[in-house]
């Protein structure tokens, strides 16, 4: 599965099933022309997270998720982050946001997103 249909099934499960607030990058798993990348990349900060779903829980301000493609590479078979400049920028604000009160996950293919938002919802509010 692409991230553009990984990203559709997380919106539609988001809108079906919880009904939350929620915010997901457009450009997320998206084909844009070369305008619309650059002009993508102007308005947003290099590496943020692809959903945002804005509901508090337990030590959490809310949830922030990097969709990746279940086939992709993010962490080496030793359990660490891949090398990839990409995926460490990533990281790096995924970590940033977590010493700033969120819970932010890479999560892999719809099953993973799934755990994690279902995980992170059910979780008993503040």
Known sequence: ???????QQVSDYLRLQYRVPYHIDF????V?????AIRQKRLNANGWPDV???VQRGEWGGLFLEL???KATVFLRNGK??????IQDQEAVLQSLRDNGYRAE??????????????????TKP
Not at 27 to 30: E, L, T, V
């Open 1 to 7: 599965m692409r991230e553009g249909e990984l990203t």
């Open 27 to 30: 450009g997320s798993g998206a």
């Open 32 to 36: 844009l022309n070369k305008f619309q």
């Open 52 to 54: 945002f779903i804005a």
């Open 68 to 70: 990746k493609a279940e």
């Open 81 to 86: 982050l891949s090398r990839d400049k990409h």
């Open 106 to 123: 890479f999560a892999q293919g719809f099953a993973h997103c799934k755990t994690i938002i279902d995980q992170y919802l059910l979780t």
